[in-house]
C-alpha cells in the first residue's frame, strides 16, 4: 500500500463522472502467447492479429475520453496498444515509462501453468498459497512490482486531465488490490481480460470502496 504521507491514493471507481483526477489502467492486445496460456512477464511478444483488433477497440471505446497524457510500458505488445490509440487520437503523445512494465515472471516466462507445475511443482503451490511472499525464480516479488508502480504514480506530474497508462494484467492487479485495500492473496482472483480498462481516481485521501470489477472494454 502506499506509504503514509504520500500525496495521492488509489480509489476504484465504476462512474466516469465522479470526482477526482481520473487514471484509467489499460491492458495491451493479445499476443500469440496469450493463447497459448503462457507467462509473458518481461518477454518482448508483438500483438497478434486478435491483438491488434484489441487495440482497435479499445482506441475506440477512448475516443471521447479527454486525455491529458498517455503513458506505456516499454514492452513491444504495451506500446503498440498505446500507438494505436495515440494515433487514432492524434493529439496526445505516447511517454514510455519502464516502471509501466509486467511484473518479472523470470525463469516462468514462457512457459505454461502446466509446464511449471511438472518442472518445479513446489514453487507453483508457493505462488497459489501465498502471492505475496513469493519470488519468481530469476523474477521479482509483488512487492517489489508494486513499488515500481508507486513511484510512476507519485511522479505524474500534477497538470490536471485524465491519464491512461497502458501496461500489464499483474499491475493493474496490484493497482486494484491498492485502491480496495486487500491484500496480495486476492492477487490471483482479478481478471484482466486483453484491452481492457480499469478506471480509478488519483489525489486526497484513500476511501473505502466496493470490490471493483467493471471493465470499460473487453
Known sequence: MPAAGWSWALRCITDPRAGGRALLLARHGRTAWTGEGRYQGRSDQPLSPEGWADAAVLAAALGDEPLASIYSSPL????QTAGCIAARRGDVAVIVDDRLAEIAFGDWEGRTQAEIRAATPEALRRWKRDPGGMRFPGGETLAEARARLHGFLADLPDQGGAVLAVTHAGMIRLACLDAEGRGDDGFRGIRI??????????GGAAVAAPPFHHETVE
Not at 513491444?76 to 506500446?79: G, K, M, V
Not at 481480460?193 to 488519483?202: C, K, N
Open 76 to 79: 513491444l505488445r504495451a506500446r
Open 193 to 202: 481480460a486483453p484491452g481492457a480498462v480499469r478506471r480509478f481516481s488519483l
